[in-house]
């Protein structure tokens, strides 16, 4: 089974990548991210709990996010070729975490892929983004537009923008990224795990140095 981090900035294309992967290549795709947006709209407990540090854009407790991902682990079907872990982990603790869970089920980390873009470009991304509500595809009202605005041109679904894509939110989340999850390139590095992708292009041509860079 192939496991891999996606690791990088918000906003540097790691969900579109994450999401065409995983489609392509029938890998599990676990955003935590979007399992933590689901249990805001219903409305759970850790939904409740997640929702005002997501909205802040400061990173939800280790604990939440490790038991999450744990849980995600247990139901797993394991013929799944691939996983593919999308924002986690984000701090060092909770790289420490999936460390821990990897070696008691005896899986091997395949590699950490870093994608990297300027900042002012992932700015820009951020405030045009716009997500399905129904089946979570990711537009980009510059860079990927829908069809029809704001509607999903796989499903139809209507298109929302993030309470978090705000531009002052998504400076908090830069300066959040480079304290608590830049840290985890040198960890991975240090592995010998770490791949580098640079996706400041067009979505196409990401993609394609994504697939060279797990070559
Ligand atoms: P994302 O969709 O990956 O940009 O995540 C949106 C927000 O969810 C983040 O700004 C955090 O508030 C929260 N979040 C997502 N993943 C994690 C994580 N691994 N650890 C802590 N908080 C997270």
């Known amino acids: 089974m ?8 918000p906003g540097v294309g790691k969900g579109t ?3 065409k992967l995983s489609k392509d290549y029938d890998y599990r795709h676990i955003s935590t991210g979007d399992i933590l947006r689901r249990e805001t709209r219903n409305n759970t407990e850790l939904g409740q709990e997640a929702k005002q540090y997501v909205d802040s854009g400061q990173l939800v407790p280790d604990r939440v996010v490790a038991d999450m991902v744990s849980q995600e682990l247990e139901n797993l ?39 990297e873009a300027d900042e002012e470009l992932i700015v820009k991304r951020l405030t045009a983004r716009w997500l399905c509500r129904e089946c979570g595809a990711i537009f980009n009202t ?9 509607k999903c041109d796989s499903c139809g679904g209507e298109l929302y923008q993030r309470s978090d894509d705000q531009e002052a939110t998504i400076r908090d989340r830069l300066q959040v990224y480079r304290k608590e999850t830049a840290p985890l390139i040198d960890y991975y590095k ?26």
């Not at 510059?142 to 704001?150: H, I, Q, S, T, Y």
């Not at 996706?199 to 070559?215: F, H, I, V």
């Open 142 to 150: 510059l860079f990927n537009p829908p069809k029809e605005p704001a």
């Open 77 to 115: 079907d394991s013929s799944v070729p691939g996983i593919i872990f999308d924002g986690f982990p984000r701090t060092v603790e909770q790289a420490r975490h999936l460390d821990r869970v990897f070696s008691e089920n005896q899986i091997q980390l395949t590699a950490a892929v870093l994608f």
């Open 17 to 19: 990548m994450a999401e």
């Open 190 to 215: 240090q592995r010998g795990l770490l791949r580098r992708v640079f996706s400041g292009g067009q979505p196409q041509k990401n993609y394609r140095d994504l697939l060279e860079a797990l070559k």
């Open 2 to 9: 192939k496991t891999y981090i996606f690791l990088g900035a």
